[in-house]
């Protein structure tokens, strides 16, 4: 009777769901690579995948609206490729100030994208395709048509990533950070419930009182805000600056979120099922060169595994309701 | 939300001239005008038969648009397309390799781009919880990833009997076939979307899913249909596109999906279904074929022509929402 | 209501009206296009801005053509744009071998002539071609790099673009006929190609798996400038054994190029960049004045550069090769980085 309970638990909920997938892909993969269970290994493996990470938490905000956002790599660009072009010629050297400056390009362009999506009605994944080219061609023109920015322009700004405080790297703590500040907003604050509700009935939503349209605009502000944090963080922990930087990366931190049980017509979703699918898509990374396919065949088992995630997750999701249905007849 | 404006299932146009004029696509046939008045007065190159001549590869991709529309007004997105494109360019090509006769090459084209197509449907069908968008970009790394493992190291092929994609690349006079082709599909595809049994079930899919799953529509067998076609059309594309370049390579079709979408959003197909029909989305084409070609022809800066697109893309759907917020609030 | 449809044909009217003509004429000198592998590429940019100089110098024009994409179908796009316009020559950094041949035949149908420089497509779409370097002596440079920096024998791997890359592939694997075919090589074990994608993020993760998988490992190759710089960071900052060589920018590699412990490369390779565009810039220009054809053994004079000939290349087409790569070391590294 009691195993049958865990069991219960287990399928029940989405998280404990993920956390099994995401122990099963971490034992298939030590039992190959045994080197790939070391805090180093795992250390690193964060801190290469924190740009992902942090901005699947925006990401959540936006899709719990029923939104979407595939303009977030080109802020991350814009944002990125600004500060290191100022850091290289000089217009700056504080590398504080860099950081804020990302911040604020990234916010100011969520700012823009969210008034065109909540005052406009353009539909969230038109106006963010818009938003995809122009804010990528701004990146391009600050970036005077194709300079990269190198490790020795951006000067003590890419020692950030290299710093550690108590023994853990400073990009882990700002992605630890950034977790535990939005689990308590999305958790315990007014506007992180309004989030929700604006999700799950966006009417009901405003006939009890909520500003729908504030909600759907401040969701694009946290992603943008994200985005530019994202990109101080890309900038400082490749060391380089790229116009095309992370092009293409937005289908990530979506699959990240999709495969955290985040859905994509809002109102579904938590901090702890992004955390999960970011780490998911990131040990999936980690883990292709490791275990040694062939480079051809990494991109298809890619796909394939994510693919892979999201099915299974839907049949146990679908095994759970059947036995909550259960549990109801008796 | 669906039916808000513009056409949807209820209320089919009975088409007084002032109302068609004044229709979106109205306001999109005056564009066209303008944007060509505006490229010819702009590129002293732009002329009609520098038009056709470049067109070919931009029309390639609104086979992508048609089944796109579709999709769309379904409330849904196939992001995959681009990935079919190469994959059955892919085989085609090496198919061609093999000595094979042309029409086993074409038949290979559409049947990869099916076969494609039906995996997707598939699977969208089967597991009707997972939203199009992630398991069409898990199918678009896997369709990409397939083509990359039969291409190899080198990543390209080239066709090394270009005969028959020489053919399918001809014209008459100095009209490229695939025009005429386009042209016969999308009356087709609009006939189809708008005046029969079929179109109407889409609509009404797309407007409300279970009203219309409750009113006795297959809509898990109309879904199935739809991204088997798409994945049909896209390999079609992918035999005219070879006819451009006689070869296949990792890196084809890159980003088709996302042009194909922005051609039918454009041409007022609403992403959140129910909406929209194929007319504006042929016209909208025909205007960013131009605007592409005409800026292309001065060099423009290509990342400058896509923030161009991208404003245009926003505008073209913000604008008359902004137009009718003002009208309520004179109105009050 | 009316209103609108006659706001409409006035704007009409209005921009027909403002924008007249504005072309004046063609310039009296030559006119060639540029064409890129993609906007945002820092290589690119520098031979660009050498090939624009040489041009110019000799009274012609360049326009810098940037493909929407780096892909072929973008390229093509951007060809089919400049077939239409009257440029004398095209001069282009190829995206494919394969997809662009039936273009540029076109263009050269259309009598323009066709050079290409960086990446070649396929000896059937191109005129004349010039190469960095011989695929051979990049190779050779590369191998008696490792051989030096592993001490003579030891693990060895490495890190390229994408599997698909032509340059990179053409060098890899001169790397693997020089080392099976010379003795003094044989100390050395060759255990994987990896391949970064030419991302940071990538290139990281492929690095970090190569020295998890194998502690042993002496030297990484990594024959791509995004490789290299993401490989040299992630060895300098885990202070790792494992050093690094291959082909880099000077000015992506000058916090990491130094042959102490405390830096990750000791030294690396690239050729003369701004030699790469000026050549390429003569080249083209003899193209269109009929000096050469492309034809074997032709020799032309390349400014101040000095003679040059037209040799085989390895696809049986032909090509001019600028010199031999260039060592990029702690000595002038400084120096070289204000250039590139």
Known sequence: ?330 | MAGKSGRSINNVPEAPIKKMILSWEGILVVLFILINIFCASFSEFYNLSSLLRQMPIYLAEVFLMLPMAYILVLGEIDISVGSIVCLSATMSCIVCNTGAPFIIVVLTGLLVGTLCGLVNGVILTKFQELPPMIVTLATQIIFRGIAEIVLGSGGSISATNTDGFRLLGGKVGSVPYILFLVIILAVVFAVVLGKSTFGRRVYAIGTNRLTAYYSGIHVQKIRLIIYTVMGTMAGLCSLFLISTSYGANTTTGNGFEMDAIAMAVFGGISSTGGKGNLAGGIISAFIIVCLRVGLGQKNVHAQVILLILGVLLIAAVALPNIVGQVKRVVKK | ?340
């Open chain 1, 1 to 330: 009777m009691e195993k049958k309970s865990v069991l219960k638990k287990i399928t029940g909920s989405r998280e404990a769901l993920l956390a099994v997938i995401l122990i099963i892909l971490f034992a298939a993969i030590t039992i190959v690579s045994p080197s790939f269970l070391t805090p180093k290994s795992l250390l690193d493996m964060l801190k290469n995948n924190a740009v992902t990470m942090v901005m699947s938490l925006g990401m959540l905000c936006v899709m719990l609206v029923g939104g979407i956002d595939i303009s977030i790599m080109s802020t991350l660009a814009l944002s990125g490729m600004s500060i290191g072009m100022l850091l290289k010629y000089e217009h700056i050297t504080s590398p504080v100030l860099a950081f804020v400056i990302a911040l604020l390009i990234g916010t100011a362009c969520g700012l823009v994208v969210g008034l065109v999506i909540s005052r406009a009605d353009v539909p969230p994944i038109i106006a963010t395709m818009g938003f995809m080219y122009i804010f990528r061609a701004m990146g391009y023109l600050v970036s005077n048509g194709g300079e990269w920015a190198s490790a020795k322009a951006l000067g003590s700004f890419k020692d950030f990533a290299t710093t550690k405080l108590l023994g853990i790297n400073c990009v882990i703590w700002v992605i630890i950070l950034c977790y535990v500040v939005f689990f308590f907003f999305m958790k315990w604050t007014r506007t992180g419930r309004k989030i929700y509700a604006v999700g799950s009935n966006a009417n009901a939503a405003e006939v009890s009182g909520i500003n729908v349209k504030n909600i759907k605009m401040l969701v694009y502000v946290i992603m943008g805000f994200l985005a530019g944090l994202g990109g101080a963080l890309q900038v400082s922990i490749y060391a380089s600056a790229m116009p095309d930087m992370q092009q293409g990366g937005e289908m990530d931190v979506i699959a990240a979120c999709v495969i955290g049980g985040v859905s994509m017509s809002g109102g579904r979703g938590t901090v702890i099922g992004a955390l999960f699918g970011s780490l998911i898509l990131a040990t999936i990374a980690k883990a292709l060169p490791l275990v040694g396919f062939d480079a051809l065949w990494q991109n298809t088992i890619k796909g394939i595994l994510i693919l892979v995630v999201v099915v299974v997750n839907v049949i146990l999701q679908r095994i759970a309701d059947k036995n909550a249905l259960k549990g109801r007849e008796m």
């Open chain 3, 1 to 340: 209501m009316n209103k609108k449809l006659v706001s409409a044909v006035l704007c009409g009217t209005m921009i027909l009206g403002s924008v007249s003509p504005v072309f004046a004429g063609t310039a009296d000198g030559m006119k060639i296009a540029l064409v890129a592998k993609s906007a945002g590429n820092a290589f690119f940019e520098i031979a660009a801005g050498a090939f624009e100089e040489t041009v110019t110098a000799e009274g012609g024009t360049v326009e810098k053509v940037y493909p929407e994409a780096a892909t072929a179908d973008a390229q093509i796009k951007a060809l089919d744009n400049l077939i239409s316009q009257d440029f004398d020559a095209i001069c282009i950094s190829a995206n494919d071998v394969n997809a662009l041949q039936a273009k540029l035949e076109e263009a050269m149908d259309a009598g323009i002539k066709v050079s290409c420089f960086d990446s070649a497509p396929n000896k059937d779409s191109r005129q004349v071609f010039v190469n960095q370097a011989g695929t051979v002596a990049v190779g050779q440079a590369l191998m008696d790099a490792v051989l030096d920096i592993a001490g003579g024998e030891g693990q060895w791997a490495i890190l390229s673009a994408t599997s698909q890359a032509a340059n990179q592939n053409a060098w890899i694997d001169a790397m693997k006929t020089i080392m099976e075919e010379d003795e003094k090589y044989a100390g050395l074990e060759l255990v994987e190609v990896a391949y970064g994608d030419d991302e940071p993020q990538k290139s990281t993760d492929q690095t970090a798996a190569l020295l998890e998988k194998y502690p042993d490992l002496k030297v990484i190759c990594a024959p791509t400038t995004v490789g290299i710089a993401a490989a040299a960071k992630y060895l300098q900052d885990n202070e790792s054994a494992c050093k690094l060589t291959g082909l880099g920018l000077p000015s992506e590699m000058i916090e990491y190029t130094g042959a102490d412990d405390a830096h990750s490369c000791p030294y690396f390779y690239l050729w003369d960049m701004v030699g790469l565009g000026n050549l390429s810039a003569y080249a083209t220009i003899s193209l269109i004045s009929g000096d050469i054809t492309g034809a074997l053994d032709e020799t032309f004079t390349a400014g101040d550069m000095g003679e040059y000939t037209i040799t085989e290349a390895d696809d049986g087409g032909t090509e001019i090769v600028l010199g031999l790569p260039l060592e990029f070391n702690s000595d002038n590294i400084e120096e070289m980085a204000e250039l590139y």
